[in-house]
């Protein structure tokens, strides 16, 4: 198929009134004396786009050969290595692409695709010529250490590289710390430990100092595993890469524990947590059902996202109700939060509460008159909503003498972080590393690697960086959780219509300031060109 080609440039804190004497001491550690400075807005990205038959519109990633076209190809290694002699395609067709949408309607276009990951037959490394560095960066996830050793195990087995180095501590370790030889032997055993071996931090980027190390130590190959932030991040290195004209690649592979990047299937280590967060819940369980109106009160993970806290009350089946950042809640009143948890606790005699992070913290906010503070990767720094409300469900029962509780709370945040992947992680982990590093050798570059609907695709980075994966509560998901625990949505009609317009996509999303390229695509000329000059 013939496709034409687009390219475009796209209040000082207040004092905080008495709570319980943990709650100050929260406090107290988030309260510094002012906001913390705005962000700058990045400028929008440059996006490679190319347009098809019936509505097709890819949207390409950044080869180097775009910067450099001089640029030699050579045979892909791979069909002489005997472990591929038995693989009926070697390499992935360069027509392939990966449709971003799966679920159409017969009149519907074909919509936007990416390109498909995997093996191409020419390469535009030579093995002997290449040095690769690897960097994680952000919050710790379990299957780090797994992409860490694929990566390293794939460069060396299959194109046969020699020349692996570890940054270490994230983002300032390539111009703070020496870079660390890494082999097979060297992580061999890694995947079974949970964190970095590499270490990480959080902020801290210098792209014009990053740049000039790459630059000084040879590197031509980066693979930045971490969040939206980190890949903000290798967005800004590829462009100063491509600005001085170098022949590196710079891949990354999103990491989030919370599962909230734009478009992939899911992030890796995301099972893990949902398995480990079992274990507390599990422990709440017996904990409430062993006291006289016991409440078991579980924190889990999700500062904007509440995709572990759905997915593991779904697995869990004990839980009484489940709190999410996406979905409002109220205390008090008719319909509230705490009218449900004693009419629960009168009909059960006990109760499971899972609330992730990032649930109700508007309303913390508006009790302790709290502002807005932000850590180092400008991530807003959250309160403890576990705790928080426990005192609220505390405070409730206090005035009523005749109705006593037993609360427990169980807070194991950052354990289901620090373990080791288990297996579904690790093959997934596996499939990240090897797709990444194939499309790094193909001279594909500015990229992060997922799957979308299944399949392994190279997404470009502004892709990913420019909104969060959340969950949709007016989808029949958040519809099972609420059916499992038999709890209200706590949202009322104007609510769920508000929810209902910020969940709605632009119909054509992808062309700031030309709306047409997806409309104007979708019937083709005899050529195969677009019939109405999208180009």
């Known amino acids: 198929m013939e496709a034409a080609t687009v390219?475009?440039?796209?209040?000082p804190v207040a004092t905080t009134p008495p709570l319980q004497h943990k709650l100050l001491e929260l406090e107290s550690s988030f309260a510094p004396a002012a906001k913390s400075s705005p962000v700058k807005k990045a400028k929008p990205a440059k996006k490679k786009l190319a347009g098809g038959c019936g509505g097709y519109v890819l949207e390409d990633v950044p080869h180097l050969t775009d910067y450099l076209p001089e640029l030699k190809s050579y045979p892909n290694p791979l069909q002489d290595n005997p472990a591929y002699s038995v693989v009926k395609q070697y390499f992935v067709n360069p027509d392939d692409t990966v449709a971003k949408k799966i679920v159409v309607h017969k009149s519907s276009a074909r919509g936007t695709h990416f390109r498909r990951a995997g093996p191409r037959q020419r390469v535009y490394f030579q093995p002997g010529e290449v040095t690769a560095a690897i960097v994680t960066c952000g919050g710790l996830c379990p299957g780090l250490n797994t992409v860490i050793r694929e990566l390293v195990c794939g460069l060396h087995d299959m194109y046969g590289l020699t020349s692996v180095f570890g940054i270490e501590g994230g983002y300032k370790g390539f111009y703070a710390r020496n870079t660390v030889e890494l082999t097979p032997r060297s992580v061999n055993d890694i995947h079974k430990r949970g964190g970095t071996v590499l270490g990480t931090s959080r902020g801290g980027q210098d792209t014009a100092k990053i740049v000039d190390s790459i630059q000084d130590r040879g590197i031509n190959q980066v693979y930045i595993i971490g969040g939206d932030g980190t890949q903000k991040g290798a967005a800004s290195i590829h462009e100063e890469v491509q600005r001085r004209g170098l022949k590196c690649a710079v891949v990354g592979v999103p990491k989030t524990i919370d599962n909230d990047i734009a478009v992939i299937d899911k992030s890796f280590?995301?099972?893990?947590?949902?398995?480990?967060?079992?274990?507390?819940?599990?422990?709440a369980h017996v904990e409430?059902?062993?006291?006289?109106?016991?409440?078991?009160?579980?924190?889990?993970?999700?500062?904007?996202?509440?995709?572990?806290?759905?997915?593991?009350?779904?697995?869990?089946?004990?839980?009484?109700?489940?709190l999410i950042p996406e979905s409002p809640f109220y205390l008090d009143g008719k319909g509230g939060f705490l009218e449900f948890v004693e009419k629960r606790l009168r009909d059960n005699g006990h109760m499971v509460i899972v609330v992730a992070e990032g649930a109700g913290q508007d309303l913390i906010a508006k009790s302790m008159n709290f502002a807005d503070i932000h850590d180092a990767s400008g991530n807003k720094l959250l309160l403890d909503v576990g705790l928080w409300l426990s005192h609220k469900i505390k405070e409730h029962f206090k005035r009523k003498p005749n109705f006593p509780i037993t609360l427990k709370y169980i807070d194991p945040?950052?354990?289901?972080?620090?373990?080791?992947?288990?297996?579904?992680d690790n093959v997934y982990c596996t499939l990240l590393a090897h797709s990444a590093l194939h499309g790094a050798m193909a001279g594909y570059t500015g990229f992060t690697v997922a799957p979308v609907n299944g399949r392994h695709a190279y997404i470009p980075?502004?892709?990913?960086?420019?909104?969060?994966?959340?969950?949709?509560?007016?989808?029949?998901?958040?519809?099972?959780?609420?059916c499992s625990t038999n709890q209200p949505c706590?949202?009322?009609?104007?609510?769920?219509?508000?929810?209902?317009?910020?969940?709605?996509?632009?119909?054509?999303?992808?062309?700031?300031?030309?709306?047409?390229?997806?409309?104007?695509?979708?019937?083709?000329?005899?050529?195969?060109?677009?019939?109405?000059?999208?180009?």
């Open 7 to 11: 390219v475009v440039a796209p209040a």
């Open 269 to 283: 280590g995301f099972d893990t947590a949902v398995e480990e967060a079992q274990r507390a819940i599990n422990a």
């Open 288 to 322: 409430a059902e062993s006291a006289e109106n016991g409440i078991g009160v579980v924190k889990l993970m999700g500062r904007n996202s509440g995709f572990i806290a759905m997915y593991a009350t779904l697995a869990s089946r004990d839980v009484d109700c489940c």
């Open 413 to 424: 945040t950052y354990m289901i972080r620090a373990v080791p992947s288990n297996a579904s």
């Open 461 to 482: 980075f502004y892709r990913i960086t420019e909104k969060q994966n959340k969950v949709v509560i007016t989808d029949r998901m958040w519809a099972r959780v609420l």
């Open 490 to 535: 706590f949202l009322s009609q104007e609510d769920v219509e508000k929810v209902g317009q910020d969940e709605e996509e632009p119909l054509v999303p992808l062309v700031e300031g030309e709306d047409s390229l997806l409309v104007k695509s979708a019937s083709c000329n005899g050529n195969g060109h677009l019939c109405n000059g999208a180009a």
